[in-house]
């Protein structure tokens, strides 16, 4: 049985993909008051005005078309609706201990392989830390391979999890 990875995808029964309708209206304005510069009319004076009028132009109805092509749709948790974030943790060797101290308390963790000298603990975690899903990886013919099976967490248990992870590792959504 092929093993999931989070690497690749995330867990489809816990993780929907939302629309952001208030960055889609946000856009749509940006792209609005970014056409109408372009339909102003010419000054007539010898300033720069006009060229300047263009490039905020320009640059509005930019942004507001990255932001609907690559912004206006994300990750959520299908229990709350909050965003995932993604946040990958690097181990050496000597550490591997203490990650195996730590992750034991909420699931079952095989063997750490003796042979890898660095291991990647991956977490997807909502934003207001009511999911956690975790992995640890280690990286092989230019993949990450997992090493235990994907551990996931809900609730109390997450947010205590994720607590503990910012405490000890520092990193913040």
Same mark, same amino acid.
């Not at 304005?29 to 300033?47: D, R």
């Not at 990647?120 to 640890?136: I, P």
């Given at each position: 049985m092929?093993?999931?990875?989070?690497?690749q995808?995330?867990?489809?029964q816990?993780?929907?993909?939302?629309t952001?309708? =208030?960055?889609i209206?946000?856009?749509i304005c940006? %792209?609005? *008051?970014?056409? !109408?510069?372009?339909? #102003?009319?010419g000054?007539? +004076?010898e300033s720069n005005?006009?060229?300047?009028?263009?490039?905020?132009g320009?640059?509005?109805?930019?942004?507001?078309?990255y932001?609907?092509?690559?912004?206006?749709?994300?990750?959520?948790?299908?229990?709350?609706?909050?965003?995932?974030c993604?946040?990958s943790?690097?181990?050496?060797?000597?550490?591997f201990?203490c990650?195996r101290?730590y =992750?034991?308390?909420?699931?079952d963790?095989?063997? %750490?392989? *003796?042979?890898? !000298?660095?291991?990647y #603990?991956?977490?997807?975690? +909502?934003?207001?830390?009511?999911?956690?899903?975790?992995?640890?990886?280690?990286?092989t013919s230019?993949?990450y391979?997992?090493?235990?099976?994907?551990?996931?967490?809900?609730?109390e248990?997450?947010?205590?999890?994720m607590?503990?992870?910012?405490?000890?590792h520092?990193?913040?959504?």
């Amino acid at each position: 049985m092929e093993t999931f990875n989070l690497s690749q995808s995330y867990p489809t029964q816990d993780i929907r993909k939302r629309t952001s309708f =208030l960055t889609i209206g946000l856009s749509i304005c940006l %792209l609005a *008051a970014g056409i !109408s510069l372009f339909f #102003l009319p010419g000054s007539k +004076s010898e300033s720069n005005i006009d060229a300047l009028r263009i490039v905020v132009g320009s640059l509005l109805a930019g942004i507001s078309f990255y932001c609907l092509s690559f912004r206006a749709c994300y990750q959520a948790y299908a229990g709350t609706g909050s965003m995932m974030c993604r946040k990958s943790l690097t181990f050496r060797k000597d550490q591997f201990h203490c990650l195996r101290k730590y =992750l034991a308390d909420y699931c079952d963790l095989p063997a %750490l392989p *003796a042979e890898e !000298s660095r291991l990647y #603990l991956l977490v997807v975690h +909502s934003k207001d830390n009511q999911y956690t899903a975790f992995q640890v990886l280690t990286y092989t013919s230019f993949l990450y391979e997992p090493v235990m099976e994907l551990c996931c967490l809900k609730g109390e248990q997450s947010a205590t999890f994720m607590k503990t992870l910012r405490t000890t590792h520092g990193f913040l959504c």
